[in-house]
């Protein structure tokens, strides 16, 4: 998943923190044996993965087929994928309670163009990743989150000798808010080191344009142990204001099942100048429940704000990430 930069600071807890995601080679529980729905009721769970990862990519080859013309291979296995991230937040205030939904799906269409990407994800409500607090600012149940979700439909064009991608699609909304937006990627690695960069502009209808920059360098001290740090800034022309970020991270694998994440994040703003807003920092830790496409987390954080004279809040998230589309079938 799921989840970098713009997919990790935004990020962390969808704005605080990545979601490792489990390779298929590294999963090394037994594979199941093939689902027989009608002998075992006990597997609805793993046939109804099974079918709905077997449905993305019949739709990507459908979608592929009609815009190209071309007929998919048979044998042509399909990197699209759905990726779903539902959970509850439990807060020390007065015992409050909330849950969050996320989704975020990738359609691939190698015969249409091989740079050529469907994109149909969630997105928050700020265009600002950087003023993201995480989960433990959410305050709906999970069905209300869900129903509440911002949904954007966009084309998503890539030229990877240059690190250029843009988008251009539609943010499901009332009313409707096209949108288009450019991104320049550039990144290096060098023995343990390596550095990432990005520029981007972007125009929504009703939410008016803003660009955002942001750097990254990381160390990898073992193949089970890096860490690193990130800095993104962004301006909002409809607001005037200015959103920076530095996230200080540690990301370590205990084993091929277990991974556990620290994240120390420091949150300005301002018209005219970044001014200190908030700090956070949490742990997240995840657990490969199932293969390599059921993972479960927990990410106790606390949070100041400049508002509360940094008072700290404890909040505990609790969430299950769910993998389907035909690389997880197995």
């Given at each position: 998943m799921l989840l970098s930069k713009g997919q990790r600071t935004g990020i962390c807890l969808v704005a605080c923190w990545p979601l490792f995601v489990f390779s298929a080679e590294s999963a090394t529980e037994p594979q199941a044996e093939p689902i027989n729905n009608e002998a075992d009721d006990t597997s609805w769970w793993l046939y109804s993965h099974e079918r709905v990862s077997e449905t993305i990519g019949d739709w990507s080859k459908s979608i592929d087929t009609f815009l190209s013309g071309k007929q998919s291979q048979s044998d042509q296995r399909s990197d699209s994928n759905l990726q779903i991230r539902f959970g509850s937040v439990l807060s020390e205030e007065e015992g409050e309670r909330s849950g969050f939904f996320e989704f975020r799906t990738r359609l691939k269409l190698p015969n249409t163009q091989?740079?050529?990407?469907?994109?149909?994800?969630?997105?928050?409500?700020?265009?600002?990743?950087?003023?993201?607090?995480?989960?433990?600012?959410?305050?709906?149940?999970?069905?209300?989150?869900?129903?509440?979700?911002?949904?954007?439909?966009?084309?998503?064009?890539?030229?990877?000798?240059i690190g250029l991608d843009?988008?251009?699609?539609?943010?499901?909304?009332?009313?409707?808010?096209?949108?288009?937006?450019?991104?320049?990627?550039?990144?290096?690695?060098?023995?343990?080191?390596?550095?990432?960069?990005?520029?981007?502009?972007?125009?929504?209808?009703?939410?008016?344009?803003?660009?955002?920059?942001?750097?990254?360098?990381?160390?990898?001290?073992?193949?089970?142990?890096?860490?690193?740090?990130?800095?993104?800034?962004?301006?909002?022309?409809?607001?005037?204001?200015?959103?920076?970020?530095?996230?200080?991270?540690?990301?370590?694998?205990?084993?091929?099942?277990?991974?556990?994440?620290?994240?120390?994040?420091?949150?300005?703003?301002?018209?005219?100048?970044?001014?200190?807003?908030?700090?956070?920092?949490?742990?997240?830790?995840?657990?490969l429940l199932y293969k390599d496409?059921?993972?479960?987390?927990?990410?106790?954080?606390?949070?100041?704000?400049?508002?509360?004279?940094?008072d700290g809040k404890f909040s505990l998230t609790l969430s299950l990430a769910i993998l389907l589309g035909p690389k997880y079938l197995h």
């Open positions: 091989d740079r050529l990407r469907l994109i149909i994800e969630s997105e928050p409500d700020s265009l600002a990743p950087e003023s993201l607090r995480g989960e433990s600012a959410q305050q709906n149940s999970v069905v209300n989150s869900a129903l509440k979700s911002n949904v954007s439909a966009a084309i998503r064009y890539m030229k990877e000798d843009i988008d251009t699609g539609i943010r499901v909304d009332f009313p409707l808010d096209p949108f288009i937006r450019f991104r320049f990627n550039q990144s290096s690695r060098k023995e343990q080191w390596s550095w990432k960069q990005s520029q981007e502009a972007f125009a929504y209808y009703s939410k008016g344009i803003g660009a955002r920059y942001g750097i990254g360098v990381g160390y990898v001290v073992s193949p089970n142990l890096n860490l690193g740090s990130d800095f993104s800034v962004t301006w909002l022309d409809k607001e005037g204001e200015f959103y920076g970020r530095e996230d200080f991270y540690v990301q370590h694998r205990l084993d091929e099942n277990n991974r556990i994440g620290y994240q120390l994040s420091f949150l300005q703003s301002g018209k005219q100048s970044l001014d200190p807003e908030s700090f956070l920092y949490n742990l997240q830790y995840e657990h496409w059921l993972i479960g987390q927990v990410i106790p954080q606390f949070t100041h704000e400049a508002d509360d004279d940094y």
